[in-house]
């Protein structure tokens, strides 16, 4: 079992730039694939942001690509997105997840909102 809590989030205007981190406990977190996701206002479901696995093998929604970057560091059991050139439609709750043994574990989310 995992508990995960994340931060980092906030207001931002269009262009800028945010970093979420996702604080993981429990043990063997290095053997752990991570990800994040997000659930847009008026939406039902939470969409992929980004995943990273154990051996930090990477992938991003395209909507993403070029502009987010996943990353973990495994001795402080902490997984992180940075957000660059950050849109309007960026906005939304950002949720971290761990995968263990195909089921899933989620944070509290993080509200990020961006302003144009």
């Known amino acids: 079992q995992v508990q995960l809590v994340e931060s980092g989030g906030g207001l931002v205007q269009a262009g800028g730039s945010l970093r979420l981190s996702c604080s993981a406990s429990?043990?063997?977190?290095?053997?752990?694939?991570m990800g994040w996701y997000r659930q847009a206002p008026g939406k039902q479901q939470r969409e992929l942001v980004a995943t990273i696995t154990s051996s930090l093998s990477t992938n991003y929604a395209d909507s993403v690509k070029g502009r987010f970057t996943i990353s973990r560091d495994n001795p402080r059991n902490t997984v992180y997105l940075q957000m660059n050139s950050l849109k309007p439609e960026d906005t939304a709750v950002y949720y971290c997840?761990?995968?263990?043994?195909?089921?899933?574990?989620w944070g509290q989310g993080t509200q990020v909102t961006v302003s144009s």
């Open positions: 429990g043990a063997a977190f290095r053997f752990i694939p």
């Open positions: 997840n761990a995968r263990i043994f195909s089921k899933d574990y």
